[in-house]
């Protein structure tokens, strides 16, 4: 569950709240804002895979990932923006509210720009060097929603173009994915292993792309549409 200021939620007559951020949870009833101005969280996570996964079908086959410098904060923006602007109004845009997931909080806000500055300047030539620099880009967290799927597709472009190799996403658990994620702060041992051992060389595939588009939205709980069926 991901804490957000108050003013982004829309409530449903079942709500409790008095404090200034709130926690986004089903039994409150509390959704984000969005552009369809759906209230109910089951249909706007039904909706949003749907058009989401459509731009990430459209992402690829219109070769606009390609186009995209590796390792910017801008291209993830871009990313971001691509796969949910037809949802919400702060697609790619940098969060102005602090968040936290579990026990864990991400990136302050009065610190964010300046970590997203500085996580561009990393070093990428290398495997570790790119685990690493997607580690803290995790760890910054930029944008309301939708982080850890916009960021999986940056980190492959970025071995993509910097390694000529892709994750293939569909060989990794969710469970092991999400526990080394969640330890990687400490230790990026665990997720650089899971990474490594799925690497391909197919980096042009779209079965691979596809694949691995439903299995990073599996790691968030989105397994309605595959992703092969979906065009933008």
């Known amino acids: 569950m991901i804490t957000i200021a108050s ?11 008095s404090s200034k951020e709130i926690a986004f949870v089903e039994d409150a009833k509390m959704i984000l804002k969005n552009k369809l101005n759906i209230t109910d969280i089951t249909e706007l996570a039904r909706v949003e895979e749907k058009l989401s996964k ?7 086959t219109s070769g606009f990932l390609d186009r995209l410098e590796a390792g910017t904060f801008e291209s993830l923006s871009k990313i971001h923006t691509y796969l949910f602007s037809d949802i919400h109004d702060f697609a790619g845009k940098i969060r102005d509210v602090n ?4 026990n864990f909080r991400f990136a302050s806000v009065s610190y964010l720009e300046v970590a997203l500055s500085n996580i561009e300047k990393m070093p990428q030539s290398n495997f570790d060097e790119i685990v690493e620099k997607y580690v803290e880009m995790n760890i910054a967290h930029p ?16 071995l993509k173009k910097e390694l000529k190799k892709v994750v ?9 994915y999400l526990l080394a994620m969640e330890r990687s702060p400490i230790k990026d041992i665990e997720i650089k292993y899971l990474i490594k051992e799925v690497l391909t060389s197919d980096v042009d595939s779209s079965i691979i792309y596809f694949k691995g588009i439903d299995a990073s939205y599996h790691y968030e709980g989105y397994t309605v549409y595959k992703t092969e069926d979906l065009k933008g």
């Open 7 to 17: 003013r982004d939620i829309i409530r449903t007559p079942s709500y409790i709240t």
């Open 54 to 60: 459509q731009k990430a079908h459209k992402l690829f």
């Open 99 to 102: 968040i936290s997931k579990g």
């Open 143 to 158: 944008f309301r929603e939708g982080n850890g799927r916009a960021t999986r597709i940056w980190l492959d472009l970025i």
């Open 168 to 176: 293939d996403w569909s060989k990794i658990d969710k469970d092991d």
